[in-house]
């Protein structure tokens, strides 16, 4: 109940074309759904967030799409450029579950070629 | 710099020895989490600390324990370390603890020989 499942495990994506990046969840006591972003070398950084009543959430060229009836949720980043190549971690809290932090997916390695 | 500081950035120790882990929290933050990273395993939940506090325990080994002083950092050790305790370990802190926005260090890469 408390993994989150990630897809695909790496992706390449051409300079201009959009990213995607699928999430799913299974308990439903989850209150946040942050994505955060790891550069090689460095700690993963908090990306965009989304709440569970939201459908959609947009930072620019990052979008977070969030079905909760299927309980799935997905990362579209528009226009990629090489700078966002980077390992992508969705993630899920809740603040009324028994263990309040952050459980990540297994990761996404996005490499955007030129 | 994300303001958590880890040390030492690298180490390297054999088989059955002991080593500890340092974190620096953000200035202000009260809630430290640990992680682990391994290629095959992801980020893994270690423990949380909050203002002293074990708040939270995840898939903590036994040979694995943690601390949260009273300035706020926090130390991990690892002890009788095996081959497959090698990976990174992140720190992260938060202000709170009942928050999603962790800010994390750069981490301790561990190499076990």
């Known amino acids: 109940q408390q993994q989150v499942k990630q897809s695909p495990q790496s992706l390449i994506v051409q300079k201009g074309g959009i990213s995607i990046i699928n999430c799913a969840y299974e308990?439903?006591?989850?209150?946040?759904f942050p994505w955060y972003q790891q550069f090689p070398g460095k700690g993963p950084a908090l990306l965009i967030a989304?709440?569970?009543?939201?459908s959609e959430k947009k930072e620019g060229r990052f979008t977070i799409s969030f079905n909760k009836s299927a309980k799935q949720f997905s990362l579209h980043i528009m226009d990629s450029q090489p700078g966002d190549s980077a390992t992508y971690f969705c993630?899920?809290?809740?603040?009324?579950?028994?263990?309040?932090?952050?459980?990540f997916g297994p990761g996404t390695s996005l490499s955007v070629i030129p | 710099d994300s303001g958590v500081t880890q040390t030492p950035k690298h180490l390297i120790t054999a088989t059955g020895q002991r080593v500890t882990l340092r974190c620096s929290p953000r200035?202000?933050?009260?809630?430290v989490y640990w992680y682990q990273q391994s290629l095959d395993q992801g980020l893994q939940f270690l423990i949380q600390?909050?203002?002293?506090?074990?708040?939270a325990k995840g898939n903590i080994l036994e040979r694995f324990s943690a601390q949260q002083f009273p300035d706020l950092h926090s130390e991990l050790n690892l002890s009788s370390l095996e081959l497959g305790d090698s990976a990174l370990y992140f720190c992260?802190?938060?202000?709170?603890?009942?928050?999603?926005?962790?800010?994390f260090g750069s981490g301790t890469r561990l190499t076990v020989v």
């Open positions: 992260a802190s938060s202000a709170s603890a009942e928050n999603y926005g962790y800010t």
């Open positions: 308990n439903t006591a989850f209150d946040y």
């Open positions: 989304i709440r569970p009543d939201v």
């Open positions: 993630a899920a809290w809740g603040s009324k579950t028994s263990y309040d932090k952050v459980i």
């Open positions: 200035s202000g933050d009260l809630s």
């Open positions: 600390y909050y203002n002293g506090e074990e708040r």
